[in-house]
């Protein structure tokens, strides 16, 4: 749950964080996106909670096995992850892993709680209604940082990035997986055209490689280690960083 960030968080007897209260963080949207904030991604996905697997499971199950795949390379870590909405990826990290699950929708983390129940997952250790760039963590907490069709839905991105730099380790890894907007050509109109209903959407279609590369360009103790394509159709992209 939220707290004030910098202050000090206690681990359970399996080594996660506690989570104090919740308290809900007023988050100001940066000027080139007009259209998004919390409280229209919040309503969004207030409305799509009820049909999300049925709409998105099948398509994104791709890049939610890859990342899923990569965080469990870290065998025995402590993996966050970041929208973990329904829960969908949940199930495919391995067992070793202690998965701590945040999202700002709670009727979302409502779904991820029966689907964890459901499933008995004795690897995810919480899950919790937290801001991406507000996290109730203290610095150099997690071993890997997960956060899959993600970037698009936040209305600050490079401030939820240096939160998760933030809660890694020293050799630590964030993965992304996220659609990276066309620069040119009928895909771009037509992100530029959905971008005017991203409000409604609850996301961005519009996401700019260079958000991600300019960020990069000023943390000197970061590498990116890999950034490939994924099914389907080459959509949806595999970012891997790591933390010096």
Not at 108 to 120: G, H, I, Q, V
Request: positive net charge.
């Amino acid at each position: 749950m939220m707290s004030e960030r910098g202050r000090s968080h206690h681990l359970s007897e399996r080594g996660v964080p506690e989570f104090p209260g919740r308290r809900k963080a007023a988050v100001q949207h940066p000027k080139r996106v007009r259209t998004l904030d919390n409280s229209a991604v919040t309503q969004a996905y207030a409305r799509w909670a009820p049909v999300y697997d049925l709409a998105f499971s099948e398509a994104m199950r791709p890049g939610r096995k890859v990342a899923a795949a990569v965080a469990s390379e870290h065998k025995g870590g402590l993996v966050l992850d970041v929208g973990v909405g329904t829960g969908l990826e949940l199930p495919m990290f391995d067992p070793s892993c202690r998965v701590v699950g945040i999202d700002l929708s709670e009727p979302m983390l409502r779904r991820a709680a029966r689907r964890t129940a459901t499933a008995d997952l004795h690897h995810v250790a919480g899950l919790s209604a937290m801001d991406a760039c507000r996290l109730a963590f203290a610095d150099a907490t997690f071993d890997v940082v997960v956060a899959p069709y993600v970037l698009t839905v936040l209305p600050r991105p490079e401030a939820s990035l240096d939160e998760w730099v933030r809660v890694l380790k020293p050799g630590g890894e964030i993965v992304l997986v996220n659609h990276i907007g066309a620069t040119s050509g009928p895909l771009a109109w037509v992100e530029s055209k959905l971008a005017e209903r991203s409000a409604a959407l609850g996301w961005r279609p519009e996401f700019p490689w260079r958000i991600l590369a300019d960020w990069l360009a000023g943390h000197a103790d970061l590498r990116l280690v890999e950034r490939r394509a994924l099914p389907p159709f080459g959509i949806f992209t595999l970012v891997r960083i790591t933390k010096r």
